[in-house]
């Protein structure tokens, strides 16, 4: 494998609407309201009194974006192209994207001084081909999908898998950064920075590669077999992992970073084990996202044998945890909360909000998902999502609590849904103006 990164060269006119743009950025970044929100989520992960955060994403709404540049003129106006070159649009587009919402829906997005390129990285395949078909929705966005697992058998599994082969294009990579860096990195501070994987759950992969009705079936049928394939994946995983801590790849996450199902990762309770003189990062000074989806109609005492032993395993190889996602934890709390080093736990619209306050209070981050359908259909009953508002403040009181809309895919037409909801959350909250 070699690199294939190219750099074209960037125009002086180009070269000057990205510096322009670039301080734009670095002055938004140094404003009150930036560093308010930096202490507020600081503080919020550290378990210490926080008022509470609230997001919502964006980038599920595809074409729909359009519509919030209409509703928004100003933010469709700075958010349109201005730079010629492919390479000078692509520093442009990551440069705009930084400000989007807080130029429109004002959610708790950190806007940032730094400018985070990513390392080149290949990790292979497990030995076999892992292919998906898609389906088309009434949008013609093709969302849905189902994999087609390449395992039928899983007591021969381990007669096909392979562990994975790691590559970095680390010249390619540093070129790029350089690039960015003689454009504007008197401005912003350019840095390698990039996670390689959402989930270290471990069993997306087990149900790519063999299917859900071979999961389930084989835990009762076959528990050696699943076994045996759960530790493969768990050792791998943590050998990627290595891989990269040793060559100085793996970056922390421990500011304005992606962080579990939604969140941001500011806190000071990392790094543990302190800076490295590469520039890379220790496991133990990382976040990591451990959940289980594929398991929702797994028994509690299932997840335990199958599921549980393994994610131990890599919680206990990195600083802090966020766990979970859609699946309703408190059908498996007992067990979850078996895991070393959680810090943050998701509350899914499925769960029992009063079980996860219980296991949150004082303890964990209170990670709350509201259902996103209730912003999708064809009319919103504000009243509504008021109360379920309402609800998960009361609920949650006296733990450290984010509201994260997540997954929405559609607005039927009504971009202004977004803003309304962030606005009504943040009011509720009692956050307004921040």
Excluded at 47 to 75: C, H, I, K, N
Excluded at 307 to 327: N, R
Aim: proline share 4%; charged share 25%; glycine share 8%.
């Amino acid at each position: 494998m070699t690199g294939v990164i190219l750099i074209q060269v960037i125009s002086k006119r180009d070269r000057s609407i990205l510096r322009d743009l670039a301080k734009h950025v670095k002055e938004l970044s140094e404003s009150p309201v930036m560093m308010e929100r930096i202490k507020a989520w600081t503080r919020n992960n550290d378990l210490q009194p926080s008022r509470t955060m609230v997001l919502l994403e964006l980038g599920g709404l595809g074409p729909e974006m359009d519509l919030l540049y209409e509703a928004f003129p100003d933010a469709g106006d700075f958010m349109a192209y201005r730079c010629e070159g492919n390479h000078a649009r692509e520093l442009e587009k990551s440069l705009k994207m930084k400000c989007l919402e807080h130029m429109t829906i004002c959610d708790d997005s950190v806007i940032n001084a730094y400018y985070d390129i990513s390392w080149a990285v290949e990790t292979g395949n497990y030995g076999v081909e892992i292919k998906s078909e898609r389906g088309i929705d009434s949008g013609g966005r093709k969302l849905g999908f189902q994999i087609i697992p390449p395992i039928k058998d899983i007591c021969k599994a381990m007669d096909v898998l392979k562990p994975r082969v790691f590559f970095c294009d680390k010249e390619g990579s540093l070129e790029k950064k350089a690039a960015a860096e003689e454009v504007f990195g008197d401005i912003l501070y350019v840095r390698m920075r990039k996670q390689y994987w959402w989930t270290m759950g471990l069993t997306w992969d087990l149900i790519n590669l063999i299917g859900m009705e071979n999961m389930m079936v084989g835990m009762v049928e076959e528990p050696d077999a699943i076994h045996a394939i759960m530790r493969f994946l768990c050792d791998d995983s943590l050998r990627f992992a290595r891989f990269l801590e040793e060559e100085g790849l793996f970056c922390p996450n421990s500011e304005n970073d992606y962080i579990g199902s939604g969140s941001r990762g500011f806190t000071d309770s990392l790094p543990r084990m302190g800076k490295r003189p590469d520039g890379g990062a220790h496991l133990k000074d990382c976040w990591v996202l451990l959940e289980s989806q594929e398991t929702v109609l797994v028994s509690p005492d299932m997840f335990t044998e199958f599921v549980l032993p393994y994610q131990k395993k890599i919680a206990e190889a990195f600083g802090l945890v966020y766990y979970g996602c859609c699946e309703p934890l408190d059908k498996r709390i007992k067990s979850v909360l078996e895991i070393p080093n959680i810090r943050s736990l998701s509350v899914s619209p499925w769960c029992d909000e009063m079980i996860m306050a219980g296991a949150c209070a004082g303890k964990h981050v209170y990670s709350r998902k509201p259902a996103p359908s209730i912003l999708s259909g064809p009319a919103v009953d504000y009243d509504a999502t008021g109360r379920d508002i309402i609800n998960t403040l009361k609920t949650a009181e006296g733990c450290n609590l984010e509201i994260i809309m997540k997954d929405l895919h559609t607005t039927c037409g009504d971009i202004m849904r977004v803003k309304k909801w962030v606005d009504q959350a943040r009011s509720l909250a009692g956050t307004v103006g921040l």
